[in-house]
């Protein structure tokens, strides 16, 4: 796909481009050619002379509607209607999570799907910068060896880590490592002759829901992830929100309490420290009888055993998740005054404990806010999926990369 593969990219900065319709097809599809004519808002001509290309070079190709809802829908409607929809291999992607203690890599179609995920633990916290890469690097080209010869060229290599990155490619600072200021993507874009981008999780998480379909699409979204700490990805008019420092959007770290509890980032009195887990679990253990942990990272089965200890009615337990919710109310109040969101989705891990969460949650912000302020914005939670961080980097490099 050589020759035409230049073709695809010098094109990708036309008005009427493959970008446009690839990035359509990809979040819409399998459609027919006259739906993604009235999404692109493009002529029957044009669309079938895009399609027509894409279709020779191999980036799309077509399924009759049959196919996809069984042989019986056609029957009596005549000819079954053609879509369109990417060839999953025509290029694939390196995709990879960085948290606490783990590492996860994956193989991304050019459909946006994620293939089966290979992890490996170890101390991220003691890794320096050399073995951080590493460790990456063998994951990554272990991956690589095993694309069979029928996928086609890699983009490239994304990188979701928890933390601050800058300019997609220096983690100013993760919880998950020691380093600071690091370029994650310099050598591994050196190792690989690919390009490498880094990427806040939250923003991939935020990017994976956006682009879901199940959905209806809104031009401002939050999606604040709760978990061992407290992150939010942010959508405005449509958009991925980045700072042009790279920082995002940390409402985890805006604060509830004057020198309340301290913080993972060192300051006190922020949201996570009275809604992140480790937060939750601080406090309860200094109450309650509970095993010990690695204080960075209670486990998910500590802290479903918190959850349920808090469903069971037992005070202590109800208490701090009733906090926990206020504060978290009154972050989200913040939020609503400052920018108006659509629709806030609360997600990640930690949404195990939301109901408990919600009562209280739900009165700091009718405390807070004017009514006409809050009927802006709906908030509901959103069932966790621990796929959301491979799928939203995947996107990220398909939709800089294509
Ligand atoms: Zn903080």
Request: hydrophobic content about 45%; glycine content about 10%; charged content about 20%.
């Amino acid at each position: 796909m050589g020759a035409a593969m230049d073709k695809f990219e010098s094109e990708h900065s036309q008005p009427i481009s493959w970008h446009r319709v690839l990035q359509a097809v990809r979040r819409y599809g399998p459609l027919a050619r006259v739906d993604l004519g009235s999404i692109l808002e493009l002529s029957p001509a044009t669309i079938s002379s895009i399609t027509g290309d894409l279709l020779r070079e191999g980036y799309i190709r077509e399924v009759a509607d049959s196919d996809l809802h069984g042989v019986e829908s056609g029957r009596g409607r005549g000819r079954p209607k053609v879509l369109i929809e990417l060839a999953p291999d025509a290029a694939c992607m390196i995709a990879v999570k960085l948290s606490i203690n783990r590492i996860e890599v994956a193989r991304g179609d050019f459909a946006g799907g994620v293939g089966p995920v290979t992890s490996r633990s170890l101390n991220t916290l003691e890794l320096s910068g050399a073995a951080l890469i590493a460790a990456l690097g063998d994951l990554i080209a272990a991956e690589i060896a095993a694309i069979p010869a029928s996928v086609g060229r890699i983009i490239g290599i994304g990188i979701a880590v928890q933390g601050l990155i800058h300019k997609t490619e220096t983690l100013v600072w993760s919880p998950a490592l020691s380093l600071r200021n690091f370029n994650i993507a310099a050598p591994l874009a050196a190792r690989f002759g690919r390009p490498v981008i880094a990427m806040n999780d939250a923003d991939c998480i935020a990017l994976a829901i956006q682009q879901r379909g199940d959905l209806q699409p809104v031009e401002n979204l939050a999606v604040v992830m709760l978990g061992t700490g407290v992150g939010m990805g942010l959508i405005l008019g449509g958009k991925l929100h980045a700072a042009s420092s790279g920082a995002g959007a940390e409402f985890g770290h805006t604060k509830y309490q004057i020198d309340g509890p301290l913080c993972h980032c060192g300051r006190r009195g922020c949201i996570e420290s009275f809604v992140g887990d480790y937060a939750l679990y601080r406090d309860a253990r200094s109450m309650l009888d509970l095993p010990n942990t690695d204080a960075l990272h209670p486990s998910e089965e500590q802290m479903q055993a918190l959850v349920d200890l808090a469903e069971s009615g037992h005070n202590v337990a109800v208490s701090l998740f009733k906090q926990a919710g206020r504060a978290l109310g009154y972050g989200l109040s913040n939020l609503i005054a400052l920018i108006s969101p659509d629709l806030i989705l609360i997600t990640g891990s930690g949404v195990r404990g939301y109901r408990q969460m919600e009562p209280e949650m739900r009165r700091a912000l009718d405390e807070a806010l004017v009514d006409t302020l809050l009927a802006q914005t709906e908030i509901r939670p959103y069932p966790w999926d621990e796929d959301l961080t491979l799928r939203g980097i995947v996107l990220q490099v398909l939709e800089v990369g294509t």
